[in-house]
């Protein structure tokens, strides 16, 4: 969950003219297609016409369907989990650090702005795994979810449930959020996540 410096705009041709590219943007628009229509389901139409931009350009920015996707998939995690996940490593206390996490994790996964679900967890089944380059990727990412989750219960231990180890703690963690993104996936409301907050909060934390 490295951060990666993403360039702001380059200057790509469309229909023989120079137009200002905003790559943010465009990996913005190209994750909520993704995430809607998952890997398979989406093509390089598609994605040209939401982002409005020729195949030229998108392969001059992007190079192919692949290469976009991972650029994606970063953007994804400096855009949403990410910084969740930063502020619950820096939080001052336990308790209200995983209360503010699920708040964004449930406006992500059941919230209004995106499609339901967690972008990474609704694609881990997908034939895109079949990548080894997209494979790695999203393994890499659960990889790393497990290990900041267990640094910020290692910080906390005091607050911790004496019946949890950190290590222990950050698994149940991981794996709670992709069962809540599941969840969002078939049609859970944002409050039911909430309240499966509430209870894996109830859990882990010390009386």
């Known amino acids: 969950m490295e951060a990666i410096y993403v360039p702001t705009g380059i200057k790509l041709m469309n229909r023989g003219r120079p137009r200002e590219f905003d790559e943010k943007e465009a990996l913005q628009k190209a994750m909520l297609i993704f995430w809607r229509n998952g890997y398979r389901g989406t093509s390089l139409d ?6 409005g931009i020729s195949r030229p350009s998108l ?5 192919d369907k692949e290469t976009m996707f991972l650029r994606v998939v970063d953007h ?6 990410g910084p969740a996940m930063i502020a619950l490593l820096n939080s001052a206390s336990l308790r209200p650090g995983l209360e503010q996490f699920f708040q964004t ?12 679900g967690c972008f ?8 895109c795994c079949e990548s080894p380059l997209i494979q790695q990727k999203l393994a890499g990412l659960l990889d790393a979810g497990d290990r900041i989750c267990t640094k910020a219960f290692e910080r906390k231990k005091a607050e911790l449930n004496p019946a949890l180890s950190p290590e222990a703690a950050g698994s149940l963690l ?9 969840r969002a996936r078939a049609g859970a409301s944002k409050e039911t ?7 894996f909060i109830e859990l882990v934390v010390a009386s």
């Open 46 to 51: 598609d994605l040209t016409q939401a982002l």
């Open 59 to 63: 392969y001059a920015a992007f190079k």
């Open 76 to 81: 994804y995690v400096e855009q949403t989990i």
């Open 105 to 116: 994790y449930a406006g992500i996964v059941a919230g209004k702005d995106t499609p339901p």
């Open 120 to 127: 990474v967890a609704c694609l881990l089944s997908e034939e």
């Open 174 to 182: 991981t794996s709670a959020i992709d069962g809540f993104a599941l």
């Open 193 to 199: 996540i909430l309240k499966l907050g509430d209870s």
